[in-house]
């Protein structure tokens, strides 16, 4: 099993940042793919970001240019630096790891609240 604890979220004004951070701990010490997910009120969950454990990246459109996602493999952790936020980047945001055989797990989620 995986475990996944999501931290960074919270309150900050429109064109500001936040880090949000991921660590994955429990059987499975490596993973192939590890993505960030947002899901707005009323909305659908959305991939933000994804990356591969060769480093490659995949932004949402809304993404592009203003976050970053990043992994430490030593750590089993995921990363999104977010900046330039917009009060339509208010969600929840889910961490989401791909085992290597294809068993995805999903964190919790944390809060992150844009206001204008």
């Known amino acids: 099993q995986v475990q996944l604890v999501e931290s960074g979220g919270g309150l900050v004004q429109a064109r500001g940042s936040l880090r949000l951070s991921c660590a994955a701990s429990?059987?499975?010490?490596?993973?192939?793919?590890m993505s960030w997910y947002r899901q707005a009120p009323g909305n659908q969950r959305e991939l933000v970001a994804s990356i591969n454990s060769r480093g490659s990246t995949n932004y949402a459109d809304s993404a592009k240019g203003r976050f970053t996602i990043s992994r430490d493999n030593a750590k089993n952790t995921v990363y999104l630096q977010m900046n330039s936020l917009k009060p339509e980047d208010t969600a929840v945001y889910f961490c989401?790891?791909?085992?290597?055989?294809?068993?995805?797990?999903w964190g919790k989620g944390t809060l992150v609240t844009v206001s204008s």
């Open positions: 429990g059987s499975i010490f490596r993973f192939n793919t």
């Open positions: 989401m790891v791909e085992s290597l055989g294809g068993m995805r797990y």
